[in-house]
């Protein structure tokens, strides 16, 4: 959530933003000059009668002191008591109108984010390795898997329906082989420390984070007795809210966490998009990195953050790009994304298979973390940022598809050979 004197002292830098990003100003900011400058005046209004107010009490008690009259002035002092609540509560209505427009508000790109209206204004900002040579027509990662025997898409429709999977034995493996392998390497290698969160989260954690209330219909909600829980759509939002409410000692930022989770969403609006394979799921395993900054650092830490996510890619082997998202085509409480896209033969395209993001204070504002520096007294907010490291899944389609052989089996990398204990997937039926 943007701050409210930041709204109010640049609106028009506001707006001018919200047109970057594709949007309407005047339909997400809709009256928000005029509330706020009602709120103000029943604010001012209400302090300069109570002062009034207590002068007139002051002359109450005066009076009945020397024993003179003085019912008219106690009218009067009611009477002001009464316009002050009213006025009170006008402005607490305002606050609750200001407030819903604060929520609806996406975060300020950075100044340094391409302007742009879609994905085909991202820009790429950097390119590794190559794709590999086949001397034969490289086939997608569903047909791989079912030919294989590692992959049944077709029995995890009659489990649970359509946009899930089923792995069999060493598609299975790995799976598991991967998410060990990345949680190593960010643990032992780029210090992050392990964490374990719940999976289902109450709706002031998904608030924190900015998935309520704009994106409830992305998500899965669980009605739990008089309680509501709602399914993770990430690790970032379980990580993120362990420091909801709580001011940091400012000596301990950066603080970098990485989880391993399932992660669950509605695909709500993509219908008709990605229906064969694996690509879009509703339930899918990711690795997630999520740090907490000081404010002057954020925007160093994400490029160790990206490039941490990067290095699961090149000890892979996998040819990738990295692209910086235009206003346009970013996420709702981001500053500033980057994407890391994976070649995949079999489909002959890159695809995204992490996107990493400086929140700034946006998220961190929204679930009150704060850090307060030694040298200073007054806590302030802590810059949040996340990115998968990586998503587990669609690791396992560039796995599949980048190393498949022409006798229909599949190499696995040097890097997870010791997770595997072996050096190949071949065919086998289950």
Known sequence: MLDLTFVREHLALVEQKLRQRGMDPSELLKD?????????????????????????????AARKKRG???????????????????????????????????????????????VGSSSEDNVEVRRWGTPPQFSFTPK?????????????????????????????????????????????????????????????????????????????????????????????????????NLYRDEVLPGERLPISLTAYTPSFRSEAG?????????????????????????????????????????????????????????????GFSSAKTYD???????QQLFREISSCSNFESFQARRANIRFRAPDKKRSEFVHTLNGSGLAVGRTWVAIVENYQQADGSVLIPAALRPYMGTDRLVAKKF
């Open 140 to 240: 997608p990662h569903w047909e791989l898997g079912e030919q294989l025997g590692v992959l049944d898409l077709e029995r995890a429709a009659k489990v649970s329906g359509a946009r899930f999977a089923v792995y069999w034995d060493m598609g299975a493996r790995l799976e598991r082989a991967l998410a060990n392998f990345m949680l190593d390497l960010h643990t032992r290698e780029h210090g992050y420390t392990e964490v374990l969160p719940p999976y289902m989260v109450n709706s002031d954690s998904m608030y924190g984070t900015g998935q309520l209330p704009k994106f409830a219909a992305d998500l899965f909600r669980v009605p739990f007795n008089e309680k509501e829980l709602w399914l993770i759509p990430t690790a970032e939002v379980p990580v993120t």
């Open 270 to 330: 993509s219908y008709g998009k990605d229906v064969r394979g694996i690509i879009r799921q509703h339930q899918f395993q990711k690795v997630e990195l999520v740090k907490f900054s000081r404010p002057d650092d954020s925007y160093e830490q994400l490029e160790k953050l990206t490039h941490d996510a990067e290095e699961v890619l090149q000890k892979l082997g996998l040819h990738y790009r990295a692209m910086a998202l235009c206003t346009g085509d970013m």
């Open 68 to 114: 003179e009259d003085a019912s008219e002035l106690m009218q009067q002092t009611k009477e002001m008591r009464d316009h002050i609540q009213n006025l009170e509560k006008a402005a607490k209505e305002y606050d609750a109108r200001m407030r819903e427009v604060l929520v609806g508000i996406p975060n300020v790109p950075s100044d340094t984010v391409p």
């Open 340 to 346: 890391l896209e994976v070649w995949l033969p079999g």
């Open 32 to 60: 928000f000059a005029t509330v706020d400058a009602q709120r103000r005046q029943a604010i001012s209004s209400a302090e300069t009668l109570q002062a009034l107010r207590n002068q007139l009490t002051d002359q109450v």
